[in-house]
């Protein structure tokens, strides 16, 4: 039994019996795992208010060799996300985040994933604007970072790039675009036709610069595009559940 020490995120936590609760983590030096913390919803445990989705902090465990589950022995809050839940969006969008990691996360360990959800997280938390933008590019980031960012610049059957002001087609199941000939030569499935205007948006969302405050002129077409790539290129067909969370709020 080793006794590790390591920064991490609460993704989720499941009750546990009467007192105890298990908590996903997204650990930064050994990627994603879970602990159970005895105790903690007893109103007096130390760790009473600390373990709540989307909370930082340096966190110990006992960890057994060839077991899944820990067991939590401490947790040094560095940074609590709970104002997050006072916006419906946003606190919608920091699910959708966790549920990237949770969903598709490597087991190895990735510093450059698990400071990308610590940003997208504080992004969220503190800037104004709209919040859709960022939830989208956040995501495609943390998309791109597990190594699965899509293709859009060039066809993938043929590489001729289609002209920015022609209607192309988006291969949701492959992540790639394809343009009208090898479309109708290939005859492929789930096809999403991709106007210029929103293959232009879908470029700057994927390239993502982090610009706050920008709108997006066809957001509930870009949230579905991003739902229904991961579900077929990522999820054996089937939406995340945060998506249904987040089309109640949005529309
Ligand atoms: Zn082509």
Known sequence: MALITTPATVLKTYEYSETSKILRLLT???????????GARRPKSRFSGLL???????????????????????????????ALGRELVRFAGAGL?????LRFAPSAPDHELFRQLGRGLDRLLENGGDAEAMILEESWRLISQLGFAPSIDHCAGCGTVPPSDQTAHFDLAGGTLVCARCRRERRLRNLL???PQARAELKTLIAGRGENGRTLVLSR???HLLRDF????????????SFRFLDERLG
């Open 28 to 38: 930064r030096d050994h990627g994603l795992c879970s602990a159970i913390a005895k």
């Open 52 to 82: 709540e989705p989307f909370t930082d902090g340096i966190a110990t465990y006992y960890a057994r060799e060839g077991r899944e589950l820990h067991t939590l022995s401490g947790f040094e809050l560095r940074r609590e996300r709970q």
């Open 97 to 101: 985040l966790t549920e990237i990691v």
């Open 193 to 195: 036709e991709l106007k």
């Open 221 to 223: 077409f870009q949230r």
């Open 230 to 241: 991961i579900a077929y290129h990522l999820a054996d067909q089937r939406p995340l559940n």
